[in-house]
């Protein structure tokens, strides 16, 4: 049966919450609203960021929170340029992905990021090419909704049967149970493990060595 392990990005490869919760706390500036705690922000990392700020923002005008979006965008473009942007790697992640790509593995990245965020990401880390699909929010409606899962399949050649996603928030293990595929949490991200095995994960990984026999089954 052909392989296929589809990652989420920030929470999961990458550690941005520093990164983001700034970029949030700027866009909310831009927008003249009084920004969340930064707990209740990174809670909605995976999701698209316009569905974000629906939901950070519940009360503000649709045109106020596109005033936000773009703050967020600016503020983000800007760190990155000044090289101010901070999203490490998970300690052993990219020799974990380096094993399972010279195994034959598939791998696929499914994101709320940006493609120009997530391009700059995987280049900046060197694991772009590990990669053969490529899904952000760019191209598809915000998760949990399965569109992301579904073209990384149909990418891949893989029937759901045959692949898994990894995440760290409900948003992934949701859109993972609608698709059909295999769901593994990893309990370093976002949301915490128990709410990923209520929303249905299979497993919750705790240390790299965890997720990689949880990935081979």
Partial sequence: ?????????????????????EAMEAGFASANLTPPDRNTIRRMVGLSLPQALRRLAPDASAETQAIAVQGYKDSFSTAR?????????????????GRLHREGWLLAVATGKSDRGLNACLAMHDIADFFISLQTADRHPSKPDPAMLLAALDEAKVDPAGAVMIGDTTFDIAMARTAGVRAIGVAWGYHKPEELLEEGADAVARTMDELEALIRG
């Fill in 81 to 97: 340029a000044e090289g101010r942007l901070r999203e490490p790697l998970y300690d052993g992640m990219a020799e974990l992905l």
């Fill in 1 to 21: 049966m052909t392989r296929l392990a589809i990652f989420d990005c920030d929470g999961t490869l990458v550690d941005g919450q520093a990164s983001i919760c």
